[in-house]
């Protein structure tokens, strides 16, 4: 986990903004890309960010 404070997108429940910090997993999508996983604050969920 990181504790950047740089946005990876938003929560695609809520719209609240999730930021790097958040971030829980991070893996490599089939297309080479990385994928990411968070913890919206909001929601109290894990979400992937749009």
Sequence with gaps: ???DSTAL???P???E???AYQSL???EEAD???GVFAECY???EV???E
Excluded: H, K, W
């Design 47 to 49: 979400v992937r960010p």
């Design 32 to 34: 080479g890309t990385t």
């Design 25 to 27: 997993i991070e893996f």
């Design 13 to 15: 429940d809520c719209g």
């Design 1 to 3: 986990m990181t504790n």
């Design 17 to 19: 903004e999730i930021e």
């Design 9 to 11: 997108g938003r929560c």
């Design 42 to 44: 909001s929601c109290d």
